[in-house]
């Protein structure tokens, strides 16, 4: 099994930042990718960025390309995700995922998820 924790949401302006983290233990050696989702109300649970383990490879949602960085830490098992420029569009609860599998968009494709973290930009 494999335990996410999600940290660093909050309530910024729009133009502002906020770094997110996902720290991971239990069995983490088995995760190949880990990505963030986020999910607003009334609205389905969308992809945002993954990373896999060896932060060889990272994807992004357009919309988020070029103010949205991901990494990771793998000597402290953590994932980060760097928002810059935040719109009040990007306000949602944020999930970090891990999949044992592939690093992809695809929600169904993660296997462990965290509880959640709130992200609220106001205009």
């Known amino acids: 099994q494999v335990q996410l924790v999600e940290s660093g949401g909050g309530s910024v302006q729009a133009g502002g930042s906020l770094r997110l983290s996902c720290a991971a233990s239990g069995r983490t050696f088995s995760i190949y990718a880990t990505g963030w989702f986020r999910q607003a109300p009334g609205k389905e649970r969308e992809f945002v960025a993954t990373i896999t383990r060896r932060a060889a490879t990272t994807y992004y949602l357009d919309s988020v390309k070029g103010r949205f960085t991901i990494s990771r830490d793998i000597a402290k098992n953590t994932v980060y995700l760097q928002m810059n420029s935040l719109k009040p569009e990007d306000t949602a609860v944020y999930y970090c995922?891990?999949?044992?599998?592939?690093?992809?968009?695809?929600?169904?494709?993660?296997?462990?998820w965290g509880q959640g973290t709130q992200v609220t930009v106001s205009s």
């Open positions: 995922a891990g999949s044992l599998r592939r690093a992809t968009q695809s929600k169904y494709d993660y296997d462990y």
